[in-house]
């Protein structure tokens, strides 16, 4: 069975930092697409960062910058390190994996059970 277990999220002043990280059990990391995806109220859910078979594949526009997606293939565990935060960075934000053509959240079989972040002063 595939766990994907978030941890990180808090709340933290705009130009801040925090890790995100999706322990994966069951699943290797290297394999298809893992990634990371947010979804804010009232929003669509929209990807954030990927890897695909464990290189780098996509960050959106948005992040770009500011925002590292890594993995730590012995821990079976991706990270995302967000930087230079901002309010409009404030979501839920999902660990997403098993996807093939990674593009759409629609493909991705797995999921984790989110992590809140929220950017404000």
């Known amino acids: 069975e595939v766990q994907l277990v978030e941890s990180g999220g808090g709340l933290v002043e705009p130009g801040g930092s925090l890790r995100l990280s999706c322990a994966a059990s069951?699943?290797?990391?290297?394999?298809?697409?893992i990634g990371w995806f947010r979804q804010a109220p009232g929003k669509e859910r929209e990807g954030v960062a990927r890897l695909r078979s464990g290189v780098f594949d996509f960050y959106a526009d948005s992040v770009k910058g500011r925002f590292t997606i890594s993995q730590d293939i012995a821990k079976s565990t991706v990270y995302l390190q967000m930087d230079s935060l901002k309010p409009e960075d404030t979501a839920m934000y999902y660990c997403?994996?098993?996807?093939?053509?990674?593009?759409?959240?629609?493909?991705?079989?797995?999921w984790g059970q989110g992590t809140q972040v929220t950017v404000s002063s």
């Open positions: 997403a994996a098993g996807s093939t053509t990674c593009a759409l959240w629609s493909e991705y079989p797995y």
């Open positions: 069951g699943y290797t990391p290297r394999r298809g697409c």
